[in-house]
């Protein structure tokens, strides 16, 4: 039986040599044409037109090229970086209310007042010199009354009340000189001036009068405008406002909400600012407020147009002036 299969295992066997023969023929074919197709695109003009571009700085600044491009060198020269819109606006407290009286003026440091008699007048007050001139104050004096007081009684000298840098400004006609001193109280210390300071033509106050506020004071202690409990809208979102909350509670609060802004307070600058969470000059919408929070003495547009504004934004922003105008100061940077 072993001699009869003997041509049959010779068969499969040979079977099985032209079975690997032909994967072989088969593998071979695909590379013949694997390799006439890539020949092929040795002839595409396109291939030897390919460009490509590099930087000095990655990190800076990317490039790319396509077949278009032609050889050469470019230097890049950035003329203005992108950066998000700002809203800021300073609150009240840090001026002078020149309406009140003094100790409810919001002094930085506080007017000092001794029992006093001048003339048939009697109270708490002080007094000042100006080139040897006295000016009385009273306790119940607003810093309007004390500088009407100094028009009229010191002799070439003009005093008023620089609103913008919170400072009494004193002016004498000529450019001559000035001098201004305490002498009971501490009217000149209170508003910013040195003890005996000394100017030619125009004196003006070291530092400047109103408080410093801070972001952990209330909002009903921090702001001479009355805020109280109520609504204010920020990029069509309602925030809402408690007068008892303090400055940086209701900065996380905004923070916090979908108004798509950083809300922060700079203590050194005495800003309130409202910046735009994405790069460029996207209009920042400060819409109603019945907290009164946004009716600032101070209201700042940095960086403004930009760009055009839409009807929306054009609508608002003379609601905005129309509300301030003659009220209330607006600086457009």
Same mark, same amino acid.
């Given at each position: 039986m072993e001699i009869e299969s003997i041509p049959v295992t010779r068969l499969q066997k040979s079977a099985a040599q032209m079975n690997a023969k032909l994967a072989m023929y088969q593998e071979m074919n695909s590379k013949v044409l694997a390799l006439k197709t890539a020949?092929?695109?040795?002839?595409?003009?396109?291939?030897?037109?390919?460009?490509?571009?590099?930087?000095?700085d990655t990190s800076i600044f990317t490039s790319t090229a396509d077949k278009t491009a032609a050889p050469g060198t470019h230097e890049v020269v950035v003329k203005q970086l992108g950066t998000s819109s700002v809203r800021a606006s300073s609150g009240s407290v840090t001026y002078l209310d020149t309406t009140k009286t003094l100790d409810q003026a919001g002094y930085r440091t506080a007017p000092t007042f001794v029992n006093r008699t001048v003339g048939s007048t009697s109270g708490q007050g002080g007094a000042f010199t100006i080139n040897g001139t006295t000016v009385d104050y009273w306790k119940t004096d607003t810093l309007d009354d004390v500088i009407a007081r100094i028009n009229s009684t010191v002799s070439g000298v003009t005093a008023s009340y620089d609103s913008t840098a919170d400072k009494l400004v004193l002016t004498r006609s000529g450019g001559g000189s000035i001098q201004i001193s305490d002498t009971v109280g501490n009217f *000149?210390? !209170?508003?910013?001036?040195?003890?005996?300071?000394?100017?030619s033509g125009t004196l003006t106050p070291n530092t400047r009068a109103g408080k410093i506020v801070r972001a952990d004071m209330k909002l009903s202690e921090a702001f001479t405008t009355p805020v109280g409990d109520g609504v204010m809208s920020i990029n069509g979102v309602?925030?809402?406002?408690?007068?008892?909350?303090?400055?940086?509670?209701?900065?996380?609060?905004?923070?916090?909400?979908?108004?798509? *802004?950083? !809300?922060?307070?700079?203590?050194?600058?005495?800003?309130?600012?409202?910046?735009?969470?994405?790069?460029?000059?996207?209009e920042i919408t400060m819409g109603s407020d019945s907290s009164?929070?946004?009716?600032?003495?101070?209201?700042?547009?940095?960086?403004?147009?930009?760009?055009?504004l839409e009807g929306t934004g054009q609508h608002a922003l003379l609601e905005v002036i129309d509300d301030r105008t003659g009220i209330r100061s607006t600086l457009v940077t």
């Open positions: 020949s092929e695109k040795l002839g595409e003009t396109d291939l030897y037109r390919t460009m490509g571009a590099s930087t000095a *000149v210390v !209170a508003n910013g001036f040195a003890n005996n300071q000394v100017g309602a925030i809402a406002v408690k007068q008892d909350e303090t400055i940086q509670q209701l900065i996380d609060k905004i923070n916090r909400s979908g108004a798509n *802004v950083t !809300a922060s307070f700079s203590t050194t600058e005495n800003t309130f600012k409202l910046t735009g969470k994405n790069m460029g000059s996207t009164g929070l946004a009716r600032a003495d101070l209201l700042i547009l940095d960086d403004w147009a930009l760009h055009p």
